[in-house]
Protein backbone atom coordinates (compact mmCIF):
# COMPACT_ATOMS: atom_id res chain seq x y z
CA UNK A 1 0.00 0.00 0.00
CA UNK A 2 0.99 3.64 -0.50
CA UNK A 3 2.15 6.07 2.27
CA UNK A 4 -0.69 8.18 2.58
CA UNK A 5 -0.39 11.99 4.63
CA UNK A 6 -3.16 13.78 6.00
CA UNK A 7 -4.79 16.85 4.00
CA UNK A 8 -5.62 18.71 7.51
CA UNK A 9 -4.07 19.73 10.09
CA UNK A 10 -5.49 20.77 13.48
CA UNK A 11 -3.94 22.59 16.82
CA UNK A 12 -5.83 24.06 19.78
CA UNK A 13 -8.57 26.25 19.30
CA UNK A 14 -8.82 25.55 15.77
CA UNK A 15 -12.52 26.19 14.71
CA UNK A 16 -12.69 23.02 12.73
CA UNK A 17 -15.84 21.95 10.44
CA UNK A 18 -17.39 18.09 9.49
CA UNK A 19 -15.56 18.55 5.98
CA UNK A 20 -12.35 19.06 7.87
CA UNK A 21 -12.59 15.31 9.43
CA UNK A 22 -13.62 13.75 6.13
CA UNK A 23 -11.16 14.99 4.04
CA UNK A 24 -8.39 12.94 5.71
CA UNK A 25 -10.83 9.81 5.99
CA UNK A 26 -11.71 10.29 2.26
CA UNK A 27 -7.58 10.28 1.61
CA UNK A 28 -7.06 6.80 3.01
CA UNK A 29 -10.62 5.50 1.49
CA UNK A 30 -10.27 6.12 -1.82
CA UNK A 31 -6.93 4.12 -1.45
CA UNK A 32 -8.67 1.36 -0.35
CA UNK A 33 -11.64 2.06 -3.14
CA UNK A 34 -9.74 2.55 -6.26
CA UNK A 35 -6.37 4.05 -7.27
CA UNK A 36 -5.19 0.40 -9.23
CA UNK A 37 -1.82 1.54 -9.76
CA UNK A 38 1.75 -0.53 -8.61
CA UNK A 39 1.22 0.73 -5.21
CA UNK A 40 -1.64 -1.69 -4.54
CA UNK A 41 -1.23 -4.49 -7.25
CA UNK A 42 1.18 -6.73 -7.18
CA UNK A 43 3.97 -7.63 -9.67
CA UNK A 44 2.42 -8.86 -12.96
CA UNK A 45 -1.41 -9.16 -11.42
CA UNK A 46 -2.45 -7.53 -14.60
CA UNK A 47 -1.75 -9.15 -17.93
CA UNK A 48 -3.47 -9.71 -21.46
CA UNK A 49 -5.19 -13.11 -20.81
CA UNK A 50 -7.07 -10.79 -17.95
CA UNK A 51 -7.81 -7.96 -20.56
CA UNK A 52 -11.12 -8.04 -22.83
CA UNK A 53 -10.56 -7.33 -26.72
CA UNK A 54 -11.28 -3.85 -27.53
CA UNK A 55 -11.73 -2.67 -23.84
CA UNK A 56 -9.04 0.01 -24.09
CA UNK A 57 -8.70 0.76 -28.01
CA UNK A 58 -11.06 -0.09 -31.14
CA UNK A 59 -10.19 0.06 -34.49
CA UNK A 60 -13.22 1.38 -37.22
CA UNK A 61 -12.76 1.45 -40.39
CA UNK A 62 -14.98 2.20 -44.00
CA UNK A 63 -15.03 -0.97 -46.20
CA UNK A 64 -14.42 1.39 -49.39
CA UNK A 65 -15.01 0.39 -52.75
CA UNK A 66 -12.28 0.27 -55.13
CA UNK A 67 -14.48 2.33 -57.60
CA UNK A 68 -14.12 5.93 -58.10
CA UNK A 69 -15.36 9.23 -56.67
CA UNK A 70 -16.61 11.32 -58.66
CA UNK A 71 -16.40 15.07 -57.57
CA UNK A 72 -19.50 17.01 -58.48
CA UNK A 73 -18.47 20.35 -60.42
CA UNK A 74 -21.84 22.13 -60.84
CA UNK A 75 -21.63 23.23 -56.91
CA UNK A 76 -19.30 25.25 -54.70
CA UNK A 77 -20.12 23.75 -51.77
CA UNK A 78 -18.79 20.18 -49.34
CA UNK A 79 -19.63 16.73 -50.67
CA UNK A 80 -19.30 13.42 -49.55
CA UNK A 81 -21.21 11.16 -51.67
CA UNK A 82 -21.23 11.47 -55.24
CA UNK A 83 -23.91 11.14 -58.45
CA UNK A 84 -23.39 6.81 -58.55
CA UNK A 85 -23.76 6.63 -54.48
CA UNK A 86 -19.99 6.44 -53.92
CA UNK A 87 -19.14 7.66 -50.28
CA UNK A 88 -16.01 9.93 -49.81
CA UNK A 89 -15.59 7.97 -46.20
CA UNK A 90 -18.00 8.31 -43.53
CA UNK A 91 -18.47 5.67 -40.40
CA UNK A 92 -21.24 5.65 -37.50
CA UNK A 93 -19.93 4.72 -34.33
CA UNK A 94 -21.56 3.44 -31.63
CA UNK A 95 -19.64 4.10 -28.21
CA UNK A 96 -19.89 2.59 -25.44
CA UNK A 97 -17.95 4.98 -22.79
CA UNK A 98 -16.80 8.94 -22.50
CA UNK A 99 -13.47 8.73 -24.93
CA UNK A 100 -11.52 9.90 -27.56
CA UNK A 101 -11.71 9.97 -31.34
CA UNK A 102 -8.44 9.26 -33.23
CA UNK A 103 -9.86 10.24 -37.16
CA UNK A 104 -7.75 9.58 -40.49
CA UNK A 105 -8.27 9.90 -43.91
CA UNK A 106 -6.76 9.71 -47.27
CA UNK A 107 -7.24 9.63 -50.63
CA UNK A 108 -5.83 11.17 -54.62
CA UNK A 109 -7.45 13.06 -56.38
CA UNK A 110 -6.67 13.43 -60.14
CA UNK A 111 -7.89 16.06 -63.24
CA UNK A 112 -8.93 14.46 -66.42
CA UNK A 113 -9.43 17.37 -68.58
CA UNK A 114 -7.10 19.99 -67.94
CA UNK A 115 -7.95 23.18 -65.82
CA UNK A 116 -8.98 26.44 -66.63
CA UNK A 117 -6.39 27.66 -64.61
CA UNK A 118 -8.74 28.77 -61.49
CA UNK A 119 -9.72 25.56 -60.04
CA UNK A 120 -9.04 24.71 -56.54
CA UNK A 121 -10.04 21.27 -54.12
CA UNK A 122 -9.85 21.70 -50.48
CA UNK A 123 -10.90 18.29 -48.07
CA UNK A 124 -12.34 18.23 -44.36
CA UNK A 125 -12.58 15.75 -41.77
CA UNK A 126 -16.14 16.11 -39.40
CA UNK A 127 -17.59 14.31 -36.72
CA UNK A 128 -20.92 14.85 -35.55
CA UNK A 129 -20.74 17.89 -38.02
CA UNK A 130 -17.69 19.72 -36.43
CA UNK A 131 -14.74 20.01 -38.42
CA UNK A 132 -11.41 17.92 -36.55
CA UNK A 133 -9.26 18.28 -39.56
CA UNK A 134 -9.27 20.22 -42.29
CA UNK A 135 -6.51 20.33 -45.69
CA UNK A 136 -5.49 23.37 -47.26
CA UNK A 137 -6.40 24.32 -51.04
CA UNK A 138 -4.85 22.53 -54.05
CA UNK A 139 -4.38 24.85 -57.29
CA UNK A 140 -4.38 23.12 -61.05
CA UNK A 141 -1.08 23.04 -60.49
CA UNK A 142 -0.97 19.95 -58.92
CA UNK A 143 -3.05 17.72 -61.56
CA UNK A 144 -2.78 14.80 -59.40
CA UNK A 145 -2.02 14.65 -55.76
CA UNK A 146 -2.80 12.95 -52.68
CA UNK A 147 -4.37 13.88 -49.21
CA UNK A 148 -3.90 13.14 -45.75
CA UNK A 149 -6.02 14.79 -43.18
CA UNK A 150 -5.90 13.44 -39.46
CA UNK A 151 -7.63 14.53 -36.16
CA UNK A 152 -8.93 13.82 -32.58
CA UNK A 153 -12.22 15.31 -30.74
CA UNK A 154 -13.15 13.93 -27.14
CA UNK A 155 -16.34 12.27 -27.79
CA UNK A 156 -19.27 11.10 -25.08
CA UNK A 157 -21.01 7.49 -25.42
CA UNK A 158 -23.55 7.11 -27.82
CA UNK A 159 -23.47 7.12 -31.13
CA UNK A 160 -21.68 9.15 -33.09
CA UNK A 161 -21.12 10.09 -37.27
CA UNK A 162 -17.32 10.54 -38.57
CA UNK A 163 -17.21 11.76 -42.29
CA UNK A 164 -15.01 12.87 -44.87
CA UNK A 165 -15.82 15.71 -47.81
CA UNK A 166 -14.67 17.48 -50.57
CA UNK A 167 -14.88 20.95 -52.00
CA UNK A 168 -13.95 22.36 -55.67
CA UNK A 169 -14.23 25.98 -56.61
CA UNK A 170 -13.15 28.43 -58.99
CA UNK A 171 -11.35 31.13 -58.50
CA UNK A 172 -12.19 34.59 -59.99
CA UNK A 173 -8.90 35.08 -61.45
CA UNK A 174 -5.59 32.70 -61.07
CA UNK A 175 -3.73 35.16 -59.54
CA UNK A 176 -6.48 34.97 -56.18
CA UNK A 177 -5.96 32.12 -53.46
CA UNK A 178 -9.12 31.03 -51.72
CA UNK A 179 -8.70 33.48 -48.87
CA UNK A 180 -8.57 36.52 -51.31
CA UNK A 181 -10.95 35.80 -53.84
CA UNK A 182 -13.59 38.43 -54.20
CA UNK A 183 -15.91 36.21 -56.05
CA UNK A 184 -16.21 32.15 -56.09
CA UNK A 185 -17.69 30.55 -59.13
CA UNK A 186 -18.35 26.89 -59.72
CA UNK A 187 -15.68 24.65 -61.00
CA UNK A 188 -17.85 23.60 -63.75
CA UNK A 189 -17.23 27.20 -65.37
CA UNK A 190 -13.67 25.72 -66.47
CA UNK A 191 -14.81 22.16 -68.22
CA UNK A 192 -12.65 20.42 -65.30
CA UNK A 193 -13.27 16.41 -64.66
CA UNK A 194 -11.83 15.60 -60.61
CA UNK A 195 -11.62 12.13 -59.17
CA UNK A 196 -10.81 11.12 -56.01
CA UNK A 197 -9.25 7.17 -55.76
CA UNK A 198 -7.51 5.19 -53.42
CA UNK A 199 -10.14 6.24 -50.06
CA UNK A 200 -9.34 5.12 -46.71
CA UNK A 201 -10.94 6.33 -43.72
CA UNK A 202 -9.52 5.20 -40.30
CA UNK A 203 -11.10 5.96 -36.56
CA UNK A 204 -9.31 4.67 -33.48
CA UNK A 205 -11.65 4.62 -30.64
CA UNK A 206 -9.90 5.27 -27.41
CA UNK A 207 -12.01 4.54 -23.81
CA UNK A 208 -11.65 6.47 -20.77
Not at 67 to 84: E, L
Not at 93 to 101: E, N, S, V
Not at 141 to 148: C, H, I, L, N, Q
Not at 167 to 174: D, N, T
Amino acid sequence: MAIRYSIDYFEDRDVIAPVDWTENQNEYASEFNGYLDEDNLPTSALNAARIKDNAFTKLHSDPLPTSTFTVDISTAGWQSTDSTGQRLGSLAIDAKTDGLFICEWSGTHRYVIVPSGRECIAYRLLVDGVTVAESGWTSFTRPRDSVYLCGATPVAAGLHAVEAQVRVIALESALFVPANATTIYVASAGGVSIYVDERELFVKERSR
